[in-house]
Every structure is written in C-alpha cells, then in structure tokens.
C-alpha cells in the first residue's frame, strides 16, 4: 500500500515569512495530492490538490509543487499570517482511499 | 449543504460501556471514511464504504470495533466494549467517488473519552 512520509512535524515561523512542508510517497501509481488544513477543533479541509500530470499549481499565498521521478510533493505557503497556524496534512494515494501524511504543525508569531 | 454532520461532539463513557458514534454524509456521495486521530498514531483509517458496502476495513483495531452503514445518508462506528485506549477524536469524511482520486470532506469530529 501508500505511504506518505511527511516533515518537519512542527513549523515556527515569523509572520510573513515563507512556510515549506515536504511530503514523500511510495507508490508509484498514485495521481491526486491533495493537502488539508486542520484547525483546533475542527475536521481538516482541503485548501490545495495537484494531479500528476501537473508539475505546479498555485492559488493565492498557498502553492504545491509534484516532482513525480522523485516521488515528492510540497506545499509552500508565502507572506505567512497568524491565521495559517494549524496542522496541515498531505496525502497521496493511487488506490481508492487516501493516505495521510502524520501532519505538521505550522505556528505563525505575529 | 451542512457537510457531513457527525454526532455527538463530545462522548465521555466508562470503560466497559458501549459507545456508538453517528455520521451522516454529503448528499450524493458514495465514499464514506470513518477516521481515528490521535496525537500518537496521527490520522489512522478504520473503515471505508462504497455505495454502502464495506471495501476496506483493515484498519479497524479489534472485534470490539463495528460500522455499518444501512442507508446512503447514515454510517455509525460502534465500539463495544470500550476500552481507555479508545479515546481519541473519530472523524467522518465522505467523497463524491473514488475516494483517492477526489477531495474527502471530514465532519467535525466527536471527541471520545473512555475513563
């Protein structure tokens, strides 16, 4: 099965300086990133996915890079505000169910 | 549409008792997750339904744990006898189709708290 290797599992940075969360996968048939978002008390929720047939995707401040040869994604998020510290979570999965990475907690110091 | 809607919040039990958990999904999705989160094991699935039939439920931990899912628009994740290792927060989530393929949509969660 998938496995998705994620890091660093905590995150401190200043705000408005760039965040990078890096995640690995194993299978090799596995086509849709998705990375979720995870705030206190609540289910996580996809803010970004990439396909494998796009090396690049961006929306706002958040982007997620797929290097398909190396098995590894990232997600970048720039000009960081307090409002982005929560766990985010990537996943990958080239079967029907979705494997999660263990998460990283992104903290924002305003 | 409420988004998977998932009941109760919060469940404090004795250990020993029996606990089921509630889950209704989006309207017109035909994948359904049941998920465990703890600060150990991370996000950890239990069981997944397509079209209401159980494909994969490899990640349940032991015969104290069940899910059904008698209709399209209601799952339940029921754990009998609970244990104090049980606590955590389950989550439900549902996709459109294809689980791995298109984006889930997780529930708020219900914090279970076994003493």
């Known amino acids: 099965g998938e496995n998705v290797e994620q890091h660093p599992s905590t995150l401190s940075v200043q705000e408005g300086d760039s965040a990078v969360i890096k995640c690995t996968y194993s299978?090799?048939?596995?086509?849709?990133f998705p990375w979720y978002k995870q705030e206190l008390g609540k289910g996580p929720q996809l803010i970004i996915d990439i396909r494998s047939n796009v090396g690049e995707k961006k929306d706002q401040r958040i982007a997620v890079t797929l290097n398909k040869t190396a098995k590894h994604f990232s997600l970048h998020i720039t000009e960081t505000q307090p409002e982005d510290s929560a766990v985010y979570f990537c996943a990958g999965g080239g079967s029907y169910i979705p494997t999660f990475g263990r998460g990283t907690s992104l903290i924002v110091h305003p | 549409d409420a988004g998977v809607i998932q009941s109760p919040r919060h469940e404090v039990t004795e250990m020993g008792q029996e606990v089921t958990l509630r889950c209704k999904p989006i309207?017109?999705?035909?994948?359904l997750f049941w998920y465990r989160q703890t600060m150990m094991r991370g996000l950890e699935l239990l069981i997944y339904?397509?079209?209401?039939?159980?494909?994969?439920d490899s990640g349940m931990p032991e015969d104290r744990f069940s899910a059904k899912m008698p209709n399209a628009s209601f799952s339940t994740l029921k754990i009998q006898p609970s244990e104090p290792r049980d606590s955590a927060v389950y989550f439900c989530?549902?996709?459109?189709?294809?689980?791995?393929?298109?984006?889930?949509?997780f529930g708020q969660g219900t914090r279970l708290t076994v003493v």
């Open positions: 299978d090799s048939a596995s086509n849709y």
């Open positions: 339904f397509n079209n209401n039939v159980p494909i994969d």
């Open positions: 309207s017109g999705h035909n994948s």
């Open positions: 989530a549902s996709s459109r189709a294809g689980g791995a393929g298109t984006e889930a949509f």
